[in-house]
Each structure stands twice: as structure tokens, then as C-alpha cells.
């Protein structure tokens, strides 16, 4: 069974760092893109940044602060990080990790991140 996982939320104060990371288990398909979007409570779930054939795409929210990357080739299709820079207490949510396998969408189950001092 196709699992997502993410990992690395967790309590900051403003203005520091978090790095976030997705992994798919269970899968002999790479993704073909995979994302990171965020619901904060009493709003809708919203697009955060991605990553499709290796090129990036932020949200202007986030431009600038956030970086998506992967540790290493091998990676590709299987695991995706989010490094979150200069938090904010509006960055607070749960980020969920969305995955595009041979046109399936399958998401993570989330992390919670809270920024608060």
C-alpha cells in the first residue's frame, strides 16, 4: 500500500526555521510531482510550493522564506523537503504533503506547524 509521510513539524518561535520532509513508502512509481500545501484553522487548505520535473513553484506567501528541495538524485519521485526560513505566527498550520502517481493524487496524512512565541 502507497503510503506519504510527512515529518519534522513542530513548535517555533517567530523568525525561526523548520525543515519539513515528505516520503512515499510502498510505491514502484516515482510521483511524478509532488507538493506541499498547508490549512490553517477555519481556512481552506492552500498550495505552499512544489516540485514537477525538477522545477519549483511557490505561493508569493511563502517566496523567498521557503525552499523546496531534495537531498539527492535518488530521491526524485520519492521524497521531497520543505525548508521553512524566517517563520511567522500566519505560517502556523498543519502542511500536508500532496503526491501525483501515474495520475493518482495521494496525500499525507500532515504535520503540524505552529509558529508562536
Known amino acids: 500500500q502507497v503510503q506519504v509521510v510527512e515529518s519534522g513539524g513542530g513548535l517555533v518561535q517567530p523568525g525561526g526555521s523548520l525543515r519539513l520532509s515528505c516520503a512515499i513508502s510502498?510505491?514502484?512509481?516515482?510521483?511524478?510531482?509532488m507538493s506541499w500545501y498547508r490549512q490553517a484553522p477555519g481556512k481552506e487548505r492552500e498550495f505552499v510550493g512544489g516540485?514537477?520535473?525538477?522545477?519549483?513553484?511557490?505561493?508569493d506567501s511563502v517566496k523567498g522564506r521557503f525552499t523546496i528541495s531534495r537531498d539527492n538524485a535518488r530521491d526524485i519521485g520519492k521524497k521531497l523537503n520543505l525548508q521553512m526560513n524566517s517563520l511567522k505566527p500566519e505560517d502556523t498550520a498543519v502542511y500536508y504533503c500532496?503526491?501525483?502517481?501515474?495520475?493518482?493524487?495521494?496525500w499525507g496524512q500532515g504535520t503540524q506547524v505552529t509558529v508562536s512565541s
Open positions: 500532496k503526491t501525483l502517481i501515474r495520475g493518482v493524487e495521494i
Open positions: 516540485m514537477t520535473g525538477g522545477a519549483t513553484k511557490y505561493a
Open positions: 510502498g510505491s514502484i512509481w516515482s510521483a511524478n510531482a
